[in-house]
Structures are given as C-alpha cells and as structure tokens.
C-alpha cells in the first residue's frame, strides 16, 4: 500500500529523528565549582571555545554553582559529554559511567591546609573540634580534609563552602580558623599560613564520555596536547595557569575513586 505523500514525508521526519546523532546540536563540557561561577564561566569559556574550533563542532560549558549540585547531576548520569575535574571523579567516571581519560594538566596538584597569619597552629590535629572550611565532597578538598582527620571522633567542625575562593572569606571574616583548599589556590594568598601541604595526586584531566565517537576523541586529545603551539591554545594554558597538557591515560587515574567512599551517592 502506497503511503499518501504528507504521511511519507511525516515518516521520514521521524526516521530522521531517531537516527540522527543525540548531539547533532553540539557536545557540552562540564567543569566543577573550583571557583565562584561567574570566575568559572569566565576562565573555562576559553577551554570551550578552543575545543569546538579545534574539532570543527560546537562546544557548550557548563557551570555550577556548588559541589553539591554537580555530585547531583554526576550521580544521575549527567548533561554532559566532556568533564574536567580531579582524581577521584576522573578515575570515578571512567569506571562506573564509561568515560575515556584524554589528557591531563602538566604535573600533580595537592591541597593546603591554610590559616591567617595571625593564627599559630603547628599541626592539623590542633583544629580539632575547631571550625574549619573546605568545599564538600566530591571536591578533593572535601575528600582530603575527611583523610587528614579519619577518626570520626577526632575532627574538626567542618563548615561547607561552595568553592575555594567561599572558604578563603569564610577563614578571613573569622568564621573559622582553618580553610582546606587546593595549592595553587592558596599560593594565590601570601598573607595566609600554610600549615600543611598533602600528598601530590596527578594534575586536573579532561575526559570524554562514551557518546564521543573514537574519532572526535582522538581530535580532541590531540588538540589539547598541542595547545602551546598555537596562539589560540596558549591563551587558553595561560587561563588555566599552566603550560601545557601531558598524555595520560585511565590506568593512570585508576584507585583514586577510592577516595569517594564513604561519599553520599558513590
């Protein structure tokens, strides 16, 4: 039986629809609230826009305001197709959601335990029972903090920020007397103590989710490999503070999702 021609044209808009590639309209890159939102957009805008004219499709980024919604959306799943983040969550996503590990940011990254200058503590253990800020898990401040004082008997009064910069003004209004943060952060704050420095754990990675076809992948590993090499790419190191992308691989990263345990929702 011959379909009327409306009937047919309706047909192959559906068949269209339901073969069509799910991000015809573009893939999206999610970085986590290391900094206020607006500081986010302004400094991962540039990471975006050198992917998508690196790979020739559009790149959109997403921001969060707090840890706490973006363990929400990681948990469920997510929007996104590409994620820039620590350790845990790069070693987390690879094993439970199948995202592939493209590159990392040149070195290790660790996290500072930081106080004001006029406050003396020698040793994390003097804080506790003290009121001390660090972003929530899965942030690895929030994971650190929970290492450096595992006795649930023996921790300070952890008072929860929505990203580092947050804990800073927290710790500078003397609304406690301690701030966990990452390094390169603190550096960021000479007038600060730093009473201790954590173990090293590998730098921030970019990863790329099981929607990416193997060929894009591999575009996008290489363009962030050799973003020193063009103007465009260089630009975007300098906002990220770093001087370039190393390869890695998930291997590279796997254990660190041990970290989340214990973790509400991982």
Known sequence: MRLPHATRAAATLLLLCITLPLHAAGYRLAV??????????????????????????????????????YSAEVRQGGRFDLVFDSAPMVDHLAQRQGFTVLAKVQGVISQSLVTNADTLVLDPQELIGKPVATIPSPSLSGLTLFQLFSNPLRQPDFKYADNARDAVDMLRQGKVDAALIPTPIAIGYPELNIVTTTEQVPHLALSSGPGISPELRERLRQAVLAAQSSPKGRLMLET????????????????????????YGY
């Open 32 to 69: 986590p609230p290391f900094l206020p939102q607006d500081e986010m957009r302004a400094q991962y805008a540039r990471m975006a826009e050198y992917l998508a004219e690196s790979v020739g499709q559009p790149i959109e980024l997403i921001t969060y305001k707090s840890y706490l919604s």
């Open 240 to 263: 990220l503070r770093t001087t370039s992308f190393e390869p890695t691989s998930n291997a590279h990263y796997k254990g660190y999702a041990d970290l989340l345990k214990g973790t």
